[in-house]
């Protein structure tokens, strides 16, 4: 029991350095736009920089969520200063004044480049701006953030057939093309979009306990038991039609322990007893499925296509910080030290073939020869401190360090 001990005190201490020395000081120091105003919107993987790249909603959130939670837990200023700048820019350029909502992508200057309506992007701002309200209780992100929530519920919740669309035009009509990215399957619904909403409204419930709020929050989970999680499986679905007919057989092995303890957390939030009890029996099945990408050097592959008959190795940064924080999840409530290895073990991959020991921050994945990708982002429309910085916190305030 000892040896268990010293192995976590020395994860927790290495995890809380890797934030403050290294995550965190790379984004305060590199990616700061003093001409324009927020933050630049790209650094290559050559360590680049793209002063006049776009800037994305889902970056600028991310940006917010990852500085609020970091002033939130370690009180220092230097925090609360860029989560504010992230809020302010947020509020003044990438929010639509006119119709409500929020831009998908501006240029460099702030002007509107795509003013479509992505309900994922959406949801990463309540998710920021609830977090900012928890970490300083200003009432103006509260406010912003409860206006996003009743623009997602009037336009993108579906009446007739439950659930939510995936994006919507500038003034809400339906859109031809609602990918998140192309490399997504043009579906009206996908379970990547309603983890992130349930995500976000989580966060809202801390902060405001609003009844209708609390139905839709304990809806969403529901659509995970009934439609979105495979009972044959137990892997999640990733795309439907609206009649929550699945359109897609691979499995995203990040994605079912990113939702493993991203539903047992909204669960909790709710202290519904009789849903918690239903969400532990499937997120220890969900999390036992994710686990049959585990390789051999502790490491979460990206996915696996049935299909094909094909794992993708490539180890992507996301994956592995979720599938850390997925593990310590079911050390934590579940008593199974096993996960605590596997956590530790993953961890000790990321820090000998993720970590940019020379530049700071992580490289966007290992490749399956073992080798740093440098062709894709260090920071960028997708690259954000969001994944990692969320490892490290939430560590941080489950060991209360």
């Not at 339906?174 to 998140?180: I, K």
């Amino acid at each position: 029991m000892m040896e268990v001990r010293n192995q976590e005190q020395i994860f927790c201490e290495e995890v809380k350095n890797e934030l403050e020395r290294d995550i965190l000081p790379y984004w305060m120091n590199r990616m700061i736009d003093p001409e324009n105003g927020g933050f630049y919107g790209r650094i290559t993987g050559q360590e680049e920089l793209l002063p006049m790249s776009s800037k994305g909603a889902i970056l600028n959130a991310r940006i917010l969520w990852t500085f609020s939670a970091a002033y939130r837990l370690l009180k220092k200023d230097c925090y609360l200063n860029v989560a504010t700048r992230a809020k302010r820019y947020i509020l003044d350029y990438f929010y639509d004044n006119e119709c409500g909502g929020i831009y998908w992508e501006l240029d460099y200057t702030g002007e509107p480049l795509n003013t479509k309506k992505q309900i994922y992007a959406i949801s990463f701002v309540i998710y920021g701006l609830s977090e900012y309200t928890r970490a300083t209780g200003d009432e103006e992100a509260l406010q912003y953030a409860k206006l996003l929530f009743k623009d997602i519920e009037l336009h993108s919740f579906d009446n007739r057939l439950n659930g939510y669309v995936e994006a919507l035009a500038r003034d809400w009509s339906p859109l031809a093309d609602v990918r998140l990215s192309e490399k997504d399957e043009n579906e009206k619904k996908t379970m990547n979009t309603h983890l992130h909403i349930l995500e976000a409204y989580t966060n809202l419930y801390r902060v405001w306990q609003d009844d209708f709020l609390k139905k839709q929050l304990k809806n969403l989970i529901e659509l995970f038991i009934t439609h979105i999680w495979n009972r044959e499986t137990s892997h999640l679905n990733l795309f439907f039609d609206d009649n929550w007919q699945s359109t897609c057989d691979v499995f995203s092995y990040g994605h079912d322990i990113e939702a493993s303890w991203l539903l047992h957390e909204a669960a909790l939030v709710l202290n519904d007893s009789a849903l918690l009890t239903q969400v532990e029996r499937i997120i220890v099945q969900l999390a036992s499925a994710a686990d049959e990408g585990i390789n051999a050097d502790g490491s979460l592959s990206y996915e696996y296509s049935p299909k094909a008959g094909k794992t993708d190795m490539e180890r992507h940064w996301w994956v592995q910080a979720e599938n850390v924080v997925g593990h310590i999840n079911l050390y934590q409530h579940f008593s199974d030290n096993n996960a605590l290895n596997k956590a530790i073990k993953c961890w000790q991959f990321i820090q000998n073939h993720l970590i940019d020991k020379q530049h700071g921050e992580w490289f966007w994945s290992c490749l399956e020869d073992g080798s740093a990708n440098r062709l894709d982002d260090k920071a960028g429309f997708w690259k954000c401190p969001y994944h990692n910085g969320r490892m490290c916190m939430e560590i941080i305030e489950r060991y209360a360090l």
